[in-house]
């Protein structure tokens, strides 16, 4: 039987990487890209070649929609579905949580109701190592690392795995789920620190960092997180949760001086600001089970991928 794969739900950075991937890789599925295509969202971001494959299908439809959701589902016979919930500005979620709420949380339930009525086969939510909270130097997320979000972006995304896990143990659903660490590449909506960064220095103005910049993310390049996510659809057994991280982990400040430096300013367009409400201290991801079970891990060191990326953004 020929895979039908519903995937959700943003035409911009982590799902239009994908896309552009794996799309004219395999051609014998029949991928279905739905997005509400909000603020952030930018068709653009998939390639000519892609859109204009036939094996590939847009519907601009909200994940919150239960109605429309279902006529998707009827025209097309799904098999699977790879679902990324869109909310995931955690100073956004901090200006409007209800979004987040109704997005991320009743979105994916929708998704899992139409996964039981229509019968499908896989269900792989892509969630966060933000579920986890913060933790000291020298500790690291595993897979059993209880959830203690910060941030209603956070909980909304770990309120969704529970959900995925409730339907997983309720209705024997077969799910898989990833929770990956802070992505960075082509397409990133400017809100976000690198791209937003890179823009503010082209037009010649100070970058603002939170706080003194000392809270530390683990770096995961783009397109080995989409191959990760590949790998686990492809390969896991069933109800397995794999951690996804990029070995990389730098202080919000260092990442600002390296982008100054490849982009030849000096300290003095670093600005300081108030930190974030209850702003998490540090993310690092065990990755060491996708790793043993699949044999995958970065293959982008963050030296070479941080160049690539400001080049991406300069030449646009």
């Not at 552009?20 to 000519?48: C, M, P, Q």
Request: net charge negative.
């Amino acid at each position: 039987m020929k895979k039908t794969i519903i995937v959700t739900w943003w035409a911009w950075f982590i799902w239009s990487n994908f896309l552009n991937k794996f799309v004219v890789r395999f051609t014998d599925i029949h991928w279905v890209n739905i997005d509400a295509l909000t603020y952030a969202g930018k068709l653009e971001n998939i390639s000519n070649e892609v859109a204009n494959s036939t094996n590939y299908s847009f519907e601009k439809v909200d994940i919150r929609d239960r109605d429309a959701l279902r006529e998707i589902y009827k025209k097309y016979s799904p098999t699977d579905i790879i679902h990324f919930a869109a909310e995931s500005h955690v100073d956004n979620s901090i200006k409007n949580p209800t979004i987040f709420t109704e997005t991320n949380v009743i979105g994916t339930q929708n998704l899992l109701d139409m996964h039981l009525e229509f019968k499908l086969n896989r269900f792989h939510h892509i969630s966060t190592d933000e579920v986890y909270g913060d933790l000291p130097n020298g500790w690291f997320f595993t897979e059993t690392t209880p959830l203690n979000p910060s941030s209603p972006y956070s909980c909304s995304k770990a309120s969704s795995d529970f959900y995925v896990k409730a339907y997983g143990r309720t209705f024997w659903i077969d799910y898989t789920i990833t929770r990956c660490s802070n992505n960075y590449g082509p397409n990133q909506d400017n809100e976000k620190l690198i791209p937003h960064f890179i823009e503010l220095l082209q037009a010649d103005k100070k970058v603002t960092v939170y706080g003194d910049g000392s809270n530390i993310r683990d770096w995961l390049y783009v397109e080995d997180h989409c191959d990760a996510i590949w790998e686990v659809f492809t390969k896991s057994e069933s109800k397995w949760i794999y951690n996804i991280g990029g070995n990389n982990e730098y202080t919000n400040l260092e990442i600002t001086k390296l982008i100054l430096k490849e982009m030849w300013k000096d300290e003095s367009y670093i600005g300081f600001v108030d930190d974030r409400k209850w702003h998490d201290v540090r993310y690092a991801i065990d990755a060491s089970k996708i790793k043993n079970d699949i044999s995958w891990e970065p293959k982008i060191k963050f030296e070479k991928g941080i160049v690539m990326t400001i080049k991406y953004y300069l030449g646009k």
